[in-house]
């Protein structure tokens, strides 16, 4: 029933920035945390920003620590990624994730819930 849907992905240049939003469609939204992970072409999926349930609190890579904002809108059941200076390595396709929890987690296989994913390609 609960579904999660990306947009914002496409051509970033090399130290530009990244917006990406994730629409939550269904209940229960106030019970998930939410994450973003990413996928690079020849690699396994990593994470990169997580959110508490009630936006409170945050947590990054160390990777985009600095560069990165997550971001939630309860009323509108979304969750947005902001990122600046991307570089070309992290070409990858984005993913937003959730579960039913109150804290934060960084491994892929805590989350129950996941979007399909949108290409983010960063050109050099």
């Known amino acids: 029933q609960v579904r999660l849907e990306e947009s914002g992905g496409g051509v970033v240049q090399a130290g530009g920035s990244l917006r990406l939003s994730c629409k939550f469609s269904?209940?229960?939204?106030?019970?998930?945390?939410m994450g973003w992970f990413r996928r690079l072409p020849t690699k396994e999926r990593e994470f990169v920003a997580a959110?508490?349930?009630?936006?409170?609190?945050?947590y990054y890579a160390r990777s985009v620590e600095g560069r990165a904002a997550i971001f939630r809108n309860n009323a509108k059941q979304m969750v947005v990624l902001q990122m600046d200076d991307m570089k070309p390595a992290e070409t990858a396709v984005y993913y937003c994730?959730?579960?039913?929890?109150?804290?934060?987690?960084?491994?892929?296989?805590?989350?129950?819930?996941w979007g399909q994913g949108t290409q983010v390609t960063v050109s050099p």
């Open positions: 994730a959730g579960y039913i929890g109150r804290g934060m987690r960084d491994e892929d296989e805590s989350y129950t819930a």
């Open positions: 269904g209940s229960g939204f106030k019970s998930y945390s």
């Open positions: 959110i508490a349930w009630d936006g409170g609190s945050t």
